[in-house]
């Protein structure tokens, strides 16, 4: 029995949520007394491997196969199974990105198991593991626990597990060769579809200045643009600021935006509606700045500041910049 991370790059380049989900994997194996392996496949997976072998895990796994360089559900879904067999995983994990969206449903049903997915924490109730996943964009949190015989399947939310938290090691890097035909893949892949207007990743970010409908009119978006600078910090919104054309579609926060987690997310005349919250909740430092002190925000900031964000957000500037 083990745990297993199956993580995810592209050409080399490790996506960051597969750190939080070892991060995670690591809570899971001590609670469980387990050994902790990881695994990823596609082209360039032996030069990501490096990365995610920094970690303290019992073995990386480098998944190769021709049919493997080009993603496909069909294929990955057959390569990650038999690896799952192999090591007899009691519990795999995966990080909740688009790519696994497509494919670890089709290899849980493929094993007659379910995945548990978007899962945002965990508990323990005696010998039983809690998932904790949100309904109705992220009004209600429900508990979920997996019956029957594993392997159990769960994909992890973006910013539930911090990847800072993850311990260092150095684990062997082990390849591993799985049995696929290519009668068995069926779908035929296109050109990579690239969101070619994108110019910034917020969840790379470790400070982010946001604002919210508060800021009132788009004149006042210097004074903002002025804290980030400050504060070396990038500019992110809510949705109306968006909707309104104020600031890029990219550059939204929340269920319908990008899901960031920075050391500090400072949230300027936000309301804190939950699907703004959703986006942001795994920030490990939360400010907020509002003038009404019943604002939902204020129910998840670290520090609050009630006031006037037109007589607040100068004084800031002025005393960052000395």
């Known amino acids: 029995m083990s745990i297993l991370v199956v993580g995810e790059q592209r050409d080399g380049t490790l996506n960051k949520m597969s750190l939080e989900t070892v991060a995670a994997a690591q809570q899971f194996g001590a609670e469980l007394s387990l050994p902790v392996h990881?695994?990823?496949?596609?082209?360039g997976a032996e030069q990501a491997?490096?990365?995610?072998?920094?970690?303290?895990?019992?073995?990386?796994h480098v998944i190769e196969h021709e049919l493997l360089d080009v993603y496909t559900p069909d294929a990955a879904a057959l390569a990650v199974r038999q690896l799952v067999e192999k090591l007899g995983a009691r519990l795999v994990l995966f990080p909740h990105t688009y790519q696994v969206r497509d494919y670890a449903p089709k290899l849980a049903t493929a094993m007659d198991r379910v995945l548990v997915s978007d899962v945002i924490a965990h508990k323990r109730e005696g010998d039983t593991t809690i998932f904790v996943r949100q309904l109705f964009?992220?009004?209600?949190?429900?508990?979920?626990?997996c019956t029957g015989e594993p392997p159990f399947f769960a994909s992890l939310q973006a910013g539930s597990f911090?990847?800072?938290?993850?311990?260092?090691?150095?684990?062997?890097?082990?390849k591993f060769t799985p049995s696929i035909e290519a009668s068995q893949v069926r779908s035929k892949p296109l050109e990579l579809f690239r969101e070619s207007t994108r110019a910034v990743d917020l969840?790379?970010?470790?400070?982010?200045v946001s604002v919210g409908r508060g800021i009132k009119d788009p004149e006042n978006l210097p004074m903002i643009e002025q804290l980030a600078e400050a504060l070396h910090a990038e500019i992110a919104a809510s949705r109306p600021i968006c909707d309104n054309g104020w600031l890029p579609m990219e550059r939204q926060v929340g269920s319908s935006g990008q899901t960031v987690a920075p050391k500090m997310y400072l949230a300027v005349g936000i309301s804190g509606a939950i699907q703004h919250l959703v986006g942001m909740k795994g920030s490990k430092i939360v400010v907020a700045i509002n003038k009404d002190p019943e604002a939902p925000i204020f129910e998840i900031a670290d520090?609050?500041?009630?006031?006037?964000?037109?007589q607040v957000v100068p004084a800031?500037?002025?005393?960052?910049k000395k």
């Open 203 to 208: 969840g790379a970010a470790d400070i982010i």
């Open 316 to 320: 800031l500037i002025e005393e960052l």
């Open 303 to 310: 520090y609050g500041i009630v006031g006037d964000l037109f």
């Open 162 to 174: 911090r990847a800072d938290t993850r311990e260092p090691g150095s684990a062997p890097v082990e």
């Open 137 to 145: 964009q992220g009004k209600v949190n429900a508990d979920v626990h």
């Open 49 to 60: 491997a490096a990365e995610l072998a920094a970690s303290k895990l019992d073995k990386v």
């Open 38 to 43: 990881a695994a990823l496949f596609g082209k």
